[in-house]
C-alpha cells in the first residue's frame, strides 16, 4: 500500500511534498493528525457536521498552501491544531447557541478523575496525562479562564463577565496560566506523540 | 488607553493573543508591538506550542470515515495532475535515469529495453546500499520504476530540456508517452524559487507557444537532488516541453515567461 511509504517520513517532510502536491503525503499527515484535530474541533463545536467542516478546511488549507507552515514557527502538530482551534472558534462565535449550551459543561472535562478515563485508548495516554497534569496544577481561577477562552471561544471581556471579575484580572489570569503551562509541558519534555488512526 | 503600555502589559497580552481571545482593540495594538519585538515574538511561538498542546487534553473523538473521503474527494483533480514521487538525494538513480537518452532520442524497444536494464541495475545496487533503510528510499525506487515502465512503452520519446542555456547545473528530461498521453518530467538542481512562484511545465504542440498546455506545476526540492513528476498532458508528434516559471500556487493558463528550460522532440 502506498500510505506505508509515508510512514517514516518526518512531518516536516510530508508537508514539503504536500506543498508538492502529494496526496499521500496529505493523508499520512490526516492520519497523524486528523483524529486530534478532529476531537479538538468536536469539543469546541459539538455538533458532528460542523467539526468536519472546520478540519476539512485544515487540512484542505494545508493542500492549498502548503508553503505558509514556517517550521521556524513550530511543529506541523501545532500548525494544524492551532489552525483547527482558530477556526472552530470562529465558528462557534457565529453559532451563538452552540456557545451557550457550551458553557454549561465548561469544565467537566478537566476534573481531577484520572480513573475514569483510564482505558480509553492507549496511544495517547501519556500526552493527554501531561496536558491534564499541568492544567490540574493550575489554580482554578486560572484554568477557568484558560479553558472559557480555548474551548468556548470566549474573549477576555466575555471571560470577566462569565466569571464576574474586571478585564484586568482575566489577562492576568490568562498570562499566568499559560506561564504555568509553558513551563509543566517543557518540564514534561516537548516530544510529539501524534494520533494515529488504528 | 491614555498612557502609551509598558512591556510587562504587552507580555500580558501574549496570552490572549495566542488563544484568539484578545479585544479588538487590545489585539491590534499587540500585533503593532509584536512586529518590532523579538521578545514577544519568541514568546508568542513558545505560546503557540502551548495552544497547540491543549488540544491533546480532548478525550480522542474517531473522526467519520466520510471526513477523509471528503477531502480526497476536494484534492483528486490536483492530485491526479502533480503526484509527487521524490528522488534519491543522492542523485545515482536520477542521474541514470535522466541520462538513459540523448536530446531528441526516439527510444526503440531494443534500446529501452537496454536502458531499463540499466536502471534496473542501478535500481539494485542502489536497494543493496539501502536494504536498512526506511520506506522514504523504497517510495522513490518505486517512482523510478514507473519511469522505468514508461522507458518501456515503445512509444515513448525521451527529450532532453537543453535547447536553450538554463540556469546553472539545472537539468530536465522528459520521457513522454505519445499513447497515454502522460509522462515523467526527472528534473535536477533548478533554483530556488521566490515566495508565491512556481514552475510549470508545459506541452507546446509544434512549439506553438499560444497552444502550450499545462502540464505540471511543481516547487523545486529545497535540498539538492532528483525530483521525478509525473504529468499528464496530450502529446503528439512534434510536442515540445518547456519550463517556465509562474505566479503561485497554481501556476498560469498560459505561460507568462520564457521558458528556463526547453526540449523538442526528435523529428520524424
Redesign the interface.
Given at each position: 500500500m502506498?500510505g506505508?511509504?509515508?510512514?517514516?517520513?518526518r512531518d516536516g517532510?510530508l508537508v514539503?511534498?504536500v506543498?508538492?502536491?502529494?496526496?499521500?503525503?496529505?493523508?499520512a499527515l490526516?492520519d497523524r493528525y486528523?483524529?486530534?484535530?478532529?476531537?479538538?474541533a468536536?469539543?469546541i463545536l459539538t455538533e458532528?457536521t460542523l467539526a468536519?467542516d472546520v478540519?476539512?478546511e485544515v487540512?484542505?488549507s494545508l493542500?492549498?498552501?502548503a508553503?505558509r507552515f514556517d517550521a521556524g514557527?513550530?511543529?506541523v502538530?501545532?500548525?494544524l491544531?492551532?489552525m483547527?482551534?482558530?477556526r472552530a472558534?470562529d465558528v462557534v462565535r457565529r453559532e451563538e447557541n452552540l456557545r451557550r449550551w457550551r458553557t454549561s459543561d465548561e469544565g467537566l472535562?478537566?476534573e481531577p478523575d484520572p480513573k475514569a478515563?483510564v482505558e480509553?485508548?492507549v496511544v495517547?495516554t501519556e500526552?493527554?496525562a501531561?496536558?491534564?497534569a499541568a492544567?490540574s496544577v493550575l489554580p482554578p481561577a486560572q484554568r477557568e479562564a484558560?479553558l472559557l477562552?480555548?474551548f468556548g471561544?470566549?474573549?477576555?471581556?466575555e471571560?470577566a463577565a462569565l466569571m464576574g471579575v474586571p478585564l484586568g484580572t482575566v489577562?492576568?489570569r490568562?498570562?499566568a496560566?499559560?506561564?504555568k503551562?509553558?513551563v509543566a509541558?517543557q518540564d514534561a519534555g516537548?516530544e510529539e506523540?501524534p494520533?494515529t488512526r488504528q | 488607553m491614555d498612557t502609551p503600555m509598558s512591556h510587562s502589559e504587552y507580555e500580558e497580552l501574549a496570552a490572549g493573543y495566542v488563544l484568539g481571545a484578545l479585544e479588538p482593540d487590545d489585539e491590534h495594538l499587540f500585533q503593532q508591538h509584536l512586529d518590532g519585538c523579538s521578545v514577544c515574538e519568541a514568546n508568542v511561538r513558545e505560546l503557540e506550542a502551548v495552544v497547540g498542546e491543549l488540544a491533546y487534553a480532548v478525550p480522542p473523538v474517531e473522526p467519520p470515515d466520510t471526513l477523509w473521503a471528503g477531502i480526497r474527494r476536494e484534492i483528486r483533480p490536483e492530485a491526479a495532475r502533480r503526484t509527487v514521487l521524490p528522488a534519491p538525494e543522492d542523485g545515482a538513480e536520477g542521474r541514470a535515469g535522466a541520462g538513459v537518452g540523448g536530446r531528441g532520442l526516439r527510444l526503440l524497444p531494443g534500446l529501452a529495453a537496454a536502458a531499463a536494464i540499466v536502471v534496473v541495475v542501478v535500481l539494485s545496487l542502489w536497494n543493496l546500499n539501502l536494504r536498512d533503510e526506511n520506506a522514504v528510499y523504497r517510495d522513490r525506487v518505486a517512482a523510478l520504476e514507473r519511469a522505468t515502465a514508461l522507458a518501456n512503452d515503445p512509444n515513448a520519446s525521451l527529450v532532453s530540456l537543453d535547447d536553450t542555456p538554463g540556469p546553472e547545473g539545472a537539468q530536465a528530461t522528459v520521457i513522454a508517452s505519445s499513447r497515454e498521453d502522460r509522462g515523467v518530467l526527472i528534473v535536477e538542481d533548478l533554483p530556488p524559487l521566490q515566495r508565491n512562484r512556481v514552475y510549470e511545465l508545459w506541452g507546446v504542440p509544434q512549439g506553438v507557444i499560444a497552444n502550450a498546455e499545462k502540464a505540471l506545476v511543481f516547487q523545486p526540492l529545497r535540498r539538492q537532488g532528483v525530483q521525478t513528476l509525473e504529468f499528464e498532458v496530450p502529446i503528439q508528434p512534434g510536442t515540445v516541453f518547456a519550463i517556465t516559471e509562474e505566479p503561485g500556487p497554481d501556476g498560469s493558463e498560459k505561460p507568462t515567461s520564457q521558458p528556463i528550460l526547453r526540449g523538442a522532440p526528435p523529428t520524424a
Open positions: 502506498r506505508k511509504a509515508y510512514r517514516g517520513l517532510q514539503e511534498l506543498a508538492q502536491k502529494d496526496a499521500g503525503a496529505l493523508e490526516y486528523g483524529r486530534a484535530s478532529y476531537s479538538l468536536r469539543r458532528e468536519q478540519v476539512q487540512f484542505l493542500w492549498r498552501d508553503r514557527r513550530g511543529t502538530a501545532t500548525y491544531l492551532s483547527t482551534h482558530h472558534v472535562e478537566f478515563r480509553e485508548e495517547t500526552r493527554r501531561e496536558v491534564r492544567l484558560l477562552a480555548y471561544g470566549y474573549t477576555q471581556r471571560v489577562k492576568t490568562m498570562a496560566g499559560m506561564r503551562m509553558k509541558l516537548t506523540h494520533w | -
